[in-house]
């Protein structure tokens, strides 16, 4: 059957249409990719400073007798979820709703509260009796504003005993290519969140701290705290740009192979074409 030379031309058009927005959307991913891995990477040293301050402290009398560091007795286990508000970047939210799946079987008293459309979406399908609060359309601020009223919301209803620890699942950017669910405890704080060793930990000691270590602990807590939550919305903007930047320049590729070979496709009928005209012309003026 003889290709038809008007679809192949359609499609070829088409698929080239196609391709200039992938291109232009892999351009405009790749902008906020600089943007956002920008602000993550003067953030980490900040945090990474805290952490430092804080892990020395972390051993002594006054930090282990903190609030923020005991367990409540009553509340249930809480689950912050980082997602995206939109697709077309790949396998970057599917990643994060296994593992999230995974914890949500573990633990059937867990509650989650959710960032981003498609872990809402996701949780009112599946798992709706087990979803605590969402935020969506955010726009992909990172606005500190909103970051420390939330990590502020979180400590409140911690030191109140409505929940018994809180956990943040999100991306974690590893380079452009890489990105992985990473699940880290938020509340209550522990010695291995400033990164102390089990044998730096199981030594205790007593930090003389002017002025006091309430003091101390109130002032650097809930800033460390703060910061925590922001660095981990940054990360989830770099790490889904990043996914976003990599599927629509796949999208890019397939779109000039595909056009290649329809191109191709199109040559061969056409001179198919042609070369069939010349026979009949040529025989009919033979049969004359």
């Not at 804080?54 to 980082?82: I, K, M």
């Not at 396998?91 to 981003?116: C, Q, S, W, Y």
């Not at 399908?125 to 935020?135: G, I, K, L, N, T």
């Not at 002017?210 to 660095?231: G, I, N, W």
Request: charged share 25%; glycine share 6%.
């Amino acid at each position: 059957m003889p290709e038809n030379l008007k679809a192949l031309r359609n499609r070829i058009r088409s698929i080239g249409k196609t391709k200039k927005i992938t291109r232009a959307m892999e351009m405009v991913s790749a902008a906020k990719l600089r943007k956002y891995e920008g602000v993550m990477k003067s953030t980490r040293p900040f945090l990474n400073k805290i952490q430092e301050l804080l892990g020395r402290l972390a051993l002594s009398t006054g930090a282990q007798e903190h609030p923020l560091f005991q367990r409540p007795e009553t509340g249930y286990p809480l689950l912050v979820f980082f997602t995206s508000d939109k697709g077309l970047c790949g396998a970057f939210n599917a990643h994060l709703i296994k593992r999230v799946t995974r914890e949500l079987e573990k633990d059937p008293h867990l509650r989650v509260i959710v960032m981003g459309r498609k872990g809402r979406d996701f949780l009112r399908r599946h798992y709706p009796e087990r979803m605590e609060d969402s935020h969506v359309d955010l726009g992909g601020r990172l606005d500190g504003t909103w970051t420390d009223a939330m990590a502020n919301h979180l400590q409140e209803q911690f030191l109140a005993g409505v929940y018994s620890r809180i956990e943040l699942l999100y991306p974690h950017f590893v380079s452009t290519a890489v990105n992985r669910p990473m699940l880290q405890r938020y509340l209550p704080l522990e010695p291995a969140a400033f990164g102390v060793s089990e044998e730096e930990s199981s030594q205790a000691i007593d930090y003389i701290l002017e002025p006091t270590p309430e003091r101390v602990f109130e002032a650097l807590l809930p800033r460390f705290l703060q910061t925590k939550v922001f660095l981990t919305l940054a990360e989830t903007y770099t790490s889904e740009h990043a996914s976003r930047m990599m599927a629509m320049n796949n999208a890019t590729k397939n779109c000039e192979d595909l056009g290649s070979s329809l191109t191709l496709r199109l040559n061969k009928a056409r001179q198919a074409a042609i070369t069939t005209e010349i026979i009949e012309i040529v025989s009919g003026a033979e049969a004359l």
